[in-house]
Structures are given as C-alpha cells and as structure tokens.
C-alpha cells in the first residue's frame, strides 16, 4: 500500500514539477491496475553496472504492457560516476540497450515499457539529475524527461497519509518506522511545538520567546534577554503573527 504513492511522488526538475503519477498518467498508465510487482535487489549487467532496485509491474488488469522502473537509492552520498560515466545514464542505456545482460532473468527477459529512472536521495539532487538529463538528451534526441527525484523525506509524508487506512498491526510497524527516520532526520520541518501547550499560551509566560505583535517596547522582557553574557547581535525582531492575545 506504500509503494505506489510514495514512487509516485517523485518529480521532474522542470518548470512544473511534473510528478511521476502525472507523466505515467499522460501516457495512459495507471500503477494500481498492475497486479504484480516484482522487487529485483542488485541485479549485475556486465557492461553498465548495478543499479540497486528494478522493478516491474505486470499483469495487467486491462492487458496492457509491463512496466519497468529503475530505482537508484543513496543516502549522504552523490553519484558513484559523473560526466562519461555517469550512473544513471549508465543504467538508462543498460535497460534500453544491454537489458539481455543483467544476471537477474526477469529483467534480462523484459519485453515491456521501460526507460524511466527514479533517483531517490536524502537532499536536493538538482545538480545531479540535470547533468545526468543533458548527457542522455545528447544521446537520444527523441528523450525529453526521464529522471525522476525522490526524497526520504517524502516516505515520511507518505507514512502519515496512509496512517488511517493501516491495521492496528500495520501501524505498529509503521510506528516504529517512523521514528526511525525521525531520528535520521528524514522529516521535513513542519513548525514549532510546544509540550502541553498551545503557542498562544506561551505568549502569555512572564518571559515569552517571541511577541506576537510588533508594538515591543524597552520594558517588555522576553526569554533571551535574561540570559545572562549573550553575546548575539540583534539585527530583526521576528514576530509571531497568530491570534491576537
């Protein structure tokens, strides 16, 4: 149940942020009508290398074509070849010109749709993707847009949507999981909390953080002045500008 909406999430770095789901649903494919999907870890091609996930759906609910999609995963970590070398350009020209040569016999038998990759990165990969991009445009003319980005991060709000629909079961996994990336830092930042409290409330503590209004004056005192040998240049006031107290 995760699978296909967090790889669907993925995104071109184009003007309109084109994610999978909208590209495959432009050519007229729908993930959820696959019954099958098959995970190949690892697979080798003797010519082009190893990229860390294929995987391919097939079984057709209206019999159209298999799919096969090329998941590449890194973490605090870029590219393993640039420029002539580049990874990715060399799995795309592994499966759409050596496919016979990888050692995984689903794979090296694939006769469907293919040629869409997904690289899937702890931080921005603008860089990466757009290098990547102008060498196999350079190559193949009739290629537009085939390198897909997708964050960690994006896992984790995918997690949180599909929390209501998992067993009780399910969401002890999912639980665990989450905490997890917590740690690893896979969430993206989603606002400021306070334990047991509403941040209304916390305006009206003697020595709040911030002021909700920009009307300050030299007798309010917040937190950070009755820290003792700050030595921070004030340069802005920031203001919370939520509900008035």
């Not at 009508?33 to 010519?47: D, I, L, P």
């Not at 057709?60 to 070398?85: C, I, P």
């Not at 496919?99 to 990969?125: D, H, P």
Request: hydrophobic residues 35%.
């Amino acid at each position: 149940m995760i699978l296909i909406p967090f790889i669907e999430s993925a995104f071109l770095y184009n003007e309109k942020r084109t994610t999978l789901w909208e590209k495959l649903n432009s050519e007229g494919i729908e993930l959820r009508c696959y019954r099958e999907v098959e995970y190949v870890f690892w697979t080798w091609n003797h010519n082009y290398g190893e990229p860390d996930l294929i995987l391919i759906f097939s079984d057709h609910v209206h019999g159209f074509d298999d799919l096969l999609l090329v998941v590449e995963a890194k973490f605090k970590s870029g590219k393993s070849g640039t420029e002539e070398n580049d990874q990715l350009v060399r799995y795309f020209e592994a499966i759409n010109n050596d496919i016979e040569n990888f050692t995984g016999s689903s794979v090296s038998s694939f006769k469907g749709r293919k040629g869409y990759i997904i690289y899937l990165t702890e931080a921005e990969a603008y860089s990466d993707i757009t290098a990547t991009t102008k060498i196999i445009q350079s190559r193949y003319n009739e290629i537009k847009e085939n390198v897909f980005h997708l964050r960690w991060h994006q896992l984790y709000k995918t997690l949180e949507k599909m929390y209501p629909y998992y067993s009780s079961f399910e969401q002890i996994i999912v639980d665990d999981l989450m905490k997890y990336m917590e740690k690893l830092g896979l969430r993206d930042f989603s606002g400021i909390s306070l334990p047991d409290k509403s941040l209304n409330s916390a305006f009206s503590l003697p020595y709040p953080i911030f002021y909700n209004d920009g009307n300050s004056s030299a007798e309010k005192k917040t937190y950070f002045d009755q820290l003792n040998n700050l030595d921070v240049t004030i340069e802005k006031n920031i203001f919370y500008r939520g509900n008035q107290l």
